[in-house]
């Protein structure tokens, strides 16, 4: 079965609404959670890094306050995507790596529509 | 800069057939790579891992192979079938497991039947 759950798998939302995604580990706790982001026909490229108890840390060029990141437990991380735009439309994924393996497990994704 | 290149962004093959995916690195840093094969709309599936003290690694009809010195990597599907289509992204980190992983721009490959 699934070893991270991301939730919703689709959203649509009108220009300057926040969305949130959810991003669950089934199976282990997992202290750092990444997220991706998905351009259509482009390479997954890696937006931040959770960390459970501490600051997300953020990659060149992504906006902190725009996408906020909440490690809320260390089954659970969030991103917001604040004040939508359309250019914000994109597949999101998140990632869980399992310590106990040395894996790095993916979620189903989160498609974001912004209109 | 990409560090991770898959310049191929398509590959069709015959069924039973090899299927040759190939990435290139330019950082010299990297020492585990990864091939994930993703369908649309959904999260990539772990296929093949390789970490750079082996040149070679097999799993069932998949195959990676290391080039260290050239920064090169290749993924090998042999028979090919139907079912690999899709699109597949090479990756790698610096360490295994906990890190984040630097991906290429994927390859199509579409094996008819």
């Known amino acids: 079965g699934a070893v991270v759950s991301q939730h919703p798998s689709w959203v649509i939302c009108k220009s300057g609404t926040s969305v949130k995604i959810e991003c669950r580990s089934l199976?282990?706790?997992?202290?750092?959670m990444f997220w991706y982001r998905q351009f259509p026909k482009q390479s997954l490229m890696l937006m931040a890094t959770?960390?459970?108890?501490?600051?997300?840390?953020?990659e060149q060029g992504v906006e902190k306050d725009k996408f906020l990141i909440n490690h809320a437990s260390l089954t659970l991380s969030t991103l917001t995507v604040t004040s939508a735009h359309p250019e914000d439309s994109s597949f999101y994924i998140c990632?869980?790596?399992?310590?106990?393996?040395?894996?790095?497990?993916f979620g189903e994704g989160s498609r974001l529509t912004v209109l | 800069d990409q560090q991770v290149k898959q310049n191929s962004p398509s590959l069709s093959v015959q069924e039973g057939r090899i299927s040759i995916l190939n990435c290139d690195y330019t950082n010299s840093m990297f020492d585990y790579f990864l091939w994930y094969k993703k369908y649309p709309a959904e999260g990539p599936t772990f296929l093949i891992s390789i970490s750079s003290i082996k040149d070679k690694n097999e799993d069932g009809r998949f195959t990676v192979f290391l080039n260290k010195s050239a920064k090169h990597l290749s993924l090998h599907i042999v028979p090919s079938q139907p079912g690999d289509s899709a699109v597949y992204f090479c990756a790698a980190s610096v360490g295994t497991g906990r890190r984040a992983l630097t991906f290429g721009s994927g390859t199509r490959l579409q094996v008819q039947p």
């Open positions: 959770s960390n459970e108890g501490s600051k997300a840390t953020y």
């Open positions: 199976d282990f706790q997992a202290t750092t």
């Open positions: 990632s869980v790596p399992d310590r106990r393996v040395g894996e790095l497990f």
